[in-house]
């Protein structure tokens, strides 16, 4: 119940040990925390105490919780926790090696198969994280006689990517198609042209225009890569994303995508032609170089993607009702700017306005974090309210209500 407390003794974390002055080599370090103290950014190293559902236990709080990305209610499902316990018990715990060597086990070899079922492709590649896809895909796809334009609210890993690869990145402001036409035709005499983007963009909800990416990409003979992340699971008749629900499969190369989030387990994946995914074994660094995600971990990510097959109504619901309460925070005034998914920013203008409301909202055991430099530009920083499908109808009615009076 929230407000209610829920720290569970035994599983409590030991105190941490009293600070100790840093020494003199790292003594600058005491300034820069400073610094984002002063700054509104300071962020708090929170703990979760037991299984998340629509209600988190945060430092001892029962809260509900809006800041996790278990959009279908996944990640607490005992039905995981089962997969991955009968994974554990026929592949035992750790990988061992990276899949390149001898970490690529049955229940990974599994799950690709049921990711390529899932986007309808020909092969999967699965990653320890989807922050280690993108930054490893990017990097084997481009490098610096190359092109990559990028959009300009693309998440990290595919920021962190375009700088591994070393390439020529040109920015285009977020969807703007006309500005990314002008970026390829400057790019005429770079040996290869890469679009990367969100499709469901994480920090303000809205969708990227996939139809117009591959359009350009015709007709300047680029690569298109396109990051599901927040997608998977929730878009498309079959729940692959956004790629199946905007009918682009045929012009997009390759998909990025995430185990973690709405697939509530844990692991990234990258999809496409087969030959390309076995280029990519030897290319991709971060699958070549990396232990493999645990197989018990692959094995609830199987069983996750079947669920997305089963429970249908998990997305479908979850989308209805984040229509619903985009609607209704709109109708109330407040600036959620393009939103157009499970995801719902509330812009509040500056760090410390973010923070101030986030914590108001906490007050009403409402969990709603604060989004800031460097995860948004610092004048657009907001709250972000993730839905999930477990949310139960009135505490979207007390989030709303809450808003409304505290966030104008
Ligand atoms: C979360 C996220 C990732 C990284 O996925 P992880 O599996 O959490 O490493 C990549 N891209 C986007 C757009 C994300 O939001």
Redesign the pocket.
């Known amino acids: 119940m929230a407000g209610m407390p829920c720290r569970i003794e035994d599983t409590a974390p030991a105190a941490r040990r009293p600070s100790a002055p840093l020494p003199a080599a790292l003594a600058w370090i005491d300034d820069e925390l400073d610094a984002l103290r002063d700054a509104g950014l300071e962020r708090p190293a929170r703990v979760r105490e037991g299984r998340q559902a629509g209600e988190v236990c945060l430092d001892g709080r029962t809260l509900v919780n809006f800041g996790s990305n278990d959009y279908l209610g996944l990640a607490g499902d005992v039905r995981l926790t089962k997969a991955a316990s009968k994974g554990a018990c026929a592949e035992g715990f750790g990988a061992g090696a990276s899949p390149l060597v001898s970490g690529h086990s049955r229940a990974h070899d599994a799950l690709e198969r049921a990711i390529a079922g899932l986007l309808d492709v020909e092969a999967a590649l699965v990653f320890p994280?989807?922050?280690a896809a993108?930054t490893a895909t990017i990097a084997a796809l481009a490098g610096p006689d190359d092109f990559i334009a990028s959009d300009a609210c693309n998440?990290a890993?595919i920021i962190d990517g375009c700088r591994l690869a070393r390439a020529r990145v040109g920015v285009y402001p977020h969807r703007d198609l006309a500005a990314l036409d002008t970026l390829l035709g400057g790019a005429r005499d770079a040996r290869r042209r890469l679009i990367v983007s969100?499709t469901l963009f994480?920090m303000d909800g809205t969708i990227a225009p996939l139809g117009g990416l591959c359009e350009l990409a015709r007709r300047h003979d680029a690569i298109v890569l396109v990051?599901e992340?927040?997608a998977t699971g929730v878009f498309g008749d079959r729940g692959s994303g956004l790629v199946e629900e905007t009918g682009t499969a045929d012009g997009v190369h390759v998909r990025v995508g995430?185990l973690?989030?709405a697939l509530g387990a844990a692991g990234?994946f990258v999809a496409g032609n087969a030959a390309f995914i076995h280029w990519l074994r030897h290319k991709a660094r971060a699958w070549m170089f990396s232990t493999a995600h645990p197989p018990a971990v692959a094995a609830a990510a199987t069983r996750a993607i079947a669920l997305v097959a089963q429970e249908p109504m998990r997305r479908l619901e979850l989308r209805e009702r984040a229509a619903d309460f985009a609607g209704r925070l709109r109708h109330s005034g407040l600036d959620v700017g393009g939103a157009e998914a499970q995801i719902v920013p509330v812009v509040m203008g500056s760090p410390r306005a973010a923070v101030a409301l986030s914590e108001k909202l906490l007050g009403e055991e409402l969990f709603v974090p604060a989004i800031r430099p460097p995860s948004v530009p610092s004048h657009k920083s907001l709250v972000r309210v993730s839905l999930s499908w477990l949310h139960e109808r009135h505490d979207l009615t007390r989030l709303a209500e809450a808003l409304a009076t505290h966030a104008r």
């Open positions: 994280s989807g922050y993108n998440h890993s969100d994480s990051d992340a927040h995430t973690s989030k990234g």
